[in-house]
C-alpha cells in the first residue's frame, strides 16, 4: 500500500513539474535582470508562483460541470466589474484598468480572458446543434464578446482586448461555424484597419507606425524593439553566458524584466535557451490539446482547446513582440515576465484545464472516484 495519500497521486505531476521547470528559469532569468539579486524580481516571481501552483491544483479538484453551471453568472460578474473600473476605477500610467479593493488593485480584464472562453462556450454547448449555421449562433456570441472588448479598449488596454477577441473567436471557430465565416471576416477586417487606425490613440498608432519601421526612429518610440532585437542577436547560439547579458545590465533595454524579457534570456543563453524555452511551452501547448481531444462533452472540449490557445495568444504574441514581428502591445511572456497579473491568467487557464482532465479520467474509470 502506497504511503502517498491517493488524491495526491491524482494530481497532474508531469505538468506541475513542467511549469515548475519554466517557472524557475524565468526567475532565474530575473535574477540575472536585477543584478545577481533575488530582490526585487526573483523572489516575488518565485512565491507567486507557488502560491498560483497551489490555486491551480485547488481548481483541478472542483468538479468540472462547475465551470459550465456558473459561466455566464461569472461573465455577468467580471462585464460588471469592468463598468465599475470606467466609473471608479484607478488611472495609473495613463490608463484606468484597476479597481482599488484597499488591500489590493484588482484587474477585472484579467479574469475575462479565461471566462470569455467559458462563456461563449457555454452558449454554443446550449445551442441546439441544427442552429450552428444560422446568424442566430452568430450575434449572440459577438456580443458575448463585444462588451468586454469595448470596455477594456477604451481603458486603454489594446493587448489585453486582442485576448479577449481572441479567445471568444477561437471557441467560436471550436463551435463550427461555417470557416468562409471567418475568413470573410479576416478580409474585412484588413479592409477597415486604414480607418480603425485614425480612432486608435496617438500612443496605439505610434506602436503601428514603429512596428512598420522601427529605425525611424531608433533613440525614441523605436528604442525599445531595435534594442530588443540587438539583444537577441547578440546571444548567438550558445548565448554570452549567464550574468553576462549587456544589454539588460548597462540598461540599454528597456523593461527587460517584463515585457523583454524573452530578449534578456536570449543575450544570456542563447538560441539555445530560446528552443528549450518555447519546447517547453509546446509540451503545455500539445496536453492541453489532448486533454480537449480526450473528452466526448462538447463545453468541456471548446473549453480546453480555447483555454490552451489562450496560452499559446500570450506565448505567440510576446514572442513575435519582442522579435518585431507584431506590434508592442503590452502582452507578457508568462512564467518569464514580472508581474502577477498574467501569471494568475495562465494558472486559471491551466487549473480548469486540470479539472477538465480529471473528469476525463474518472469517466474512463469509473471505479476511481478520487
Known sequence: MSIIPQPLTQFPWRIILLLLAIATFGTVVLYSAAGGSIFPWAVNQGVRFCVFAVMALTISRIPAQIFARFALPAYAIVLVALVLVELIGGVAGGSQRWINLGFMQLQPSEFMKPIIVLAVARFYAMLPVGEIRRWNAIWPALLLIGFPWALVLVQPDLGTATMIAAGGVTVMFLAGLPLRLFIGTGLTIAAIIPIAFSFLHDYQQ???????????????????????????????????????????????????HTDFAFATMAEEWGLLGGCLLILGF?????????????????????????????????????????????????????????????????????????????????????????
Open 282 to 370: 509546446m509540451l503545455l501547448f500539445r496536453w492541453g490539446l489532448r486533454v480537449a481531444m480526450r473528452t466526448q462533452d462538447k463545453f468541456f472540449r471548446m473549453v480546453a482547446a480555447g483555454l490552451t490557445t489562450t496560452i499559446f495568444f500570450y506565448v505567440a504574441i510576446n514572442l513575435m513582440m519582442v522579435m518585431g514581428l507584431a506590434p508592442v502591445v503590452g502582452i507578457p511572456l508568462p512564467f518569464m515576465s514580472y508581474g502577477g497579473s498574467s501569471m494568475l491568467t495562465v494558472m486559471l487557464c491551466v487549473g480548469i484545464i486540470m479539472s477538465i482532465d480529471r473528469a476525463n479520467k474518472r469517466k474512463a474509470r469509473p471505479g476511481n472516484w478520487a
Open 206 to 256: 505610434k506602436r503601428v507606425l514603429i512596428f512598420l519601421d522601427p529605425e525611424s526612429d531608433p533613440l525614441g518610440a523605436g528604442y525599445h524593439i531595435s534594442q530588443s532585437k540587438i539583444a537577441i542577436g547578440s546571444g548567438g547560439i550558445w548565448g554570452k553566458g549567464f550574468m553576462k547579458g549587456t544589454q539588460s545590465h548597462l540598461d540599454y533595454l528597456p523593461e527587460g
